[in-house]
C-alpha cells in the first residue's frame, strides 16, 4: 500500500481514537474537579448546538480550500481545545466554566473534521492506487479497533494519572492526527480548479450554502442515504445510551453494558475486514441488502430484551451488519456526490448525524418514563423498519453498480450514478 492511503486511514485512526477517550475521560475528569453530575450534563449539552452549526456552516470553506490544509486545522482546533485545560489547570482553579468553553471550542472542530476528511476520499483512493471498496472497507475495521480501544484506554489512564496528565494525552492524540495528515501531500487535498469553478460560488457564503442543500435535498439518493444513516444513528445512540444501561439496570447486572458495546465494535471490526477482502466482489445491491436484513436482524434480537445473551448476540449482528453496510455507503458517497460540493453536502449529512443522536435519546427516556424500557426497545426497533422499508423500495438505491456510459448532464442522473 502507498504512503498515501496509510497516512490517511493513521490519522483516521488517530483522530477516533482520541474522540472515543475523550468521550469517556472528560465527562469523568468533570465530574472529579466540579462534583456535579449537572455539571457533566451541561458540558454535553453546551457542546451539541455549536457542534451542530459549525457542521452545517464550515462545509463552505471546505469546498473552498485545501481539503488536506482543513482537515489538519480541525484536528488542531480539537488538541488545543483539550490541551488549554490542563494548562489552565497549572495557573488557576479549573471551574466549570472552563470546562464548557474550551469544549464549545473544541465541538468546533469535530464535525468539520469528519466532513474534511470524508471529502478527502475521492483524491485519496485516486492518489493512492487503492480500490475505494479497500480504502473504506480498512477506515471501518480500523475505526472499529479505535472504539474498541478509547473505552479501556481511558480508563485506565483515569486509574494511572490525574485528570490533568489524561487530559495531554487526549490532545497528543488529535495533535498527532494533525500531524500524520501532514504526510499526505499538499497536492493531494487540492480540489481540481475546473470542478471548484463549476460550483455556484456566486454570492455570499450564504448562498453558497444553499446551493449545497439544494444539490442534498433534491437528489433521491442522497436524500433516501441520509434517511438510513440517520435512523441507524437515532436507534444505535438510543439503545446505547439509555434503553440497555436501563435495562442492564434493572437486571441488577451494570456492568455488562461495557460488553455489549464490545460486541457492536467487534461486530464492526469483523463488517469491515469482510468487505476489505471481499467487498469489490459481487453485486453491490446484494451486499446493501445484506447488511440492511442483518441490521434488522440485530434489532429484532435486542427489542424484546429477552435475555443478556441474546442482547450479546444481537449487539454483535448489528456491528456486523453495520460494517457492511456503512462502508458500501461510504463507496457511494466517493462516486455519487459532486466533488465540488462534497464540503456543503457532506458537512450537512454530518451535522444531522452530530443532532440525531441525542433526539434518540430524549425519546428513548420518554417512553421509558411513561411505559416501560421494553415499549422503548420494540418502538425504536419500529422506527428502523421505517428505514428498512426506504432502503429495500426506493428506487434510486435499486442500481448501485458504477455504470460505464457517460453521464447524460442530468443533475438527478450524475448524483445517481444511473
Do not use: C
Not at 20 to 43: E, M, R
Not at 140 to 158: H, K, Q, R, S
Not at 252 to 276: D, I, S
Amino acid at each position: 500500500m502507498k504512503r498515501v492511503p496509510i497516512a490517511y486511514l493513521s490519522s483516521y485512526v488517530l483522530s477516533v481514537l482520541g474522540n472515543s477517550i475523550a468521550a469517556i475521560a472528560l465527562p469523568l475528569i468533570v465530574l472529579q474537579t466540579t462534583g456535579s453530575v449537572l455539571g457533566a450534563g451541561a458540558v454535553a449539552a453546551a457542546t451539541a448546538v455549536p457542534a451542530v452549526l459549525a457542521g452545517l456552516l464550515m462545509g463552505v470553506v471546505i469546498d473552498r480550500i485545501n481539503r488536506r490544509t482543513s482537515s489538519v486545522l480541525t484536528d488542531l482546533v480539537s488538541a488545543a481545545a483539550i490541551a488549554a485545560l490542563p494548562l489552565i489547570d497549572l495557573f488557576s482553579e479549573l471551574n466549570l466554566g472552563w470546562f464548557i468553553l474550551f469544549g464549545v471550542i473544541g465541538s468546533l472542530g469535530d464535525v468539520p473534521g469528519l466532513t474534511a476528511r470524508d471529502a478527502l476520499l475521492p483524491a485519496i483512493v485516486r492518489d493512492g492506487g487503492i480500490t475505494a471498496e479497500r480504502l473504506l472497507g480498512l477506515r471501518e475495521t480500523l475505526g472499529a479497533v479505535a472504539l474498541l480501544l478509547g473505552p479501556a484506554a481511558a480508563g485506565t489512564l483515569i486509574v494511572l494519572f490525574d485528570g490533568s496528565t489524561v487530559l495531554w494525552i487526549t490532545a497528543a492524540s488529535s495533535l498527532a492526527g494533525a500531524l500524520t495528515t501532514l504526510l499526505i501531500p499538499h497536492r493531494v487535498g487540492v480540489i481540481n480548479p475546473g470542478e471548484r469553478d463549476a460550483a455556484p460560488f456566486t454570492g455570499g457564503s450564504w448562498t453558497q450554502l444553499r446551493e449545497g442543500w439544494r444539490v442534498l435535498f433534491r437528489s433521491r439518493f442522497l436524500l433516501a442515504v441520509t434517511t438510513l444513516t440517520v435512523a441507524s444513528a437515532v436507534v444505535l445512540a438510543a439503545l446505547q445510551g439509555l434503553v440497555l444501561p436501563v435495562y442492564f439496570t434493572l437486571v441488577e447486572q451494570p456492568g455488562m453494558l461495557g460488553f455489549v458495546l464490545t460486541a457492536l465494535a467487534a461486530g464492526l471490526l469483523v463488517g469491515g475486514l469482510v468487505y476489505t477482502i471481499a467487498g469489490a466482489r459481487g453485486r453491490r445491491r446484494a451486499w446493501f441488502v445484506t447488511g440492511l436484513v442483518g441490521t434488522t436482524l440485530g434489532f429484532a434480537l435486542i427489542a424484546p430484551l429477552a435475555s443478556v445473551w441474546i442482547v450479546f448476540g444481537g449487539a454483535f449482528v448489528v456491528g456486523l451488519s453495520s460494517g457492511l453496510f456503512s462502508s458500501l455507503i461510504g463507496v457511494l458517497m466517493i462516486e455519487r456526490v459532486p466533488e465540488q460540493m462534497r464540503g456543503r453536502v457532506l458537512g450537512t449529512q454530518n451535522a444531522v448525524m452530530t443532532a440525531a443522536p441525542p433526539v434518540g435519546i430524549m425519546a428513548a427516556a420518554v417512553l421509558t418514563a411513561t411505559v416501560t424500557v421494553y415499549v422503548a426497545a420494540v418502538v425504536l426497533t419500529a422506527v428502523w423498519l421505517v428505514a428498512l422499508a426506504v432502503g429495500v423500495f426506493a428506487r434510486s438505491l435499486r442500481h448501485l453498480d458504477p455504470v460505464v456510459e457517460q453521464p447524460t448532464g442530468d443533475e438527478e442522473t450524475v448524483l445517481s450514478g444511473a
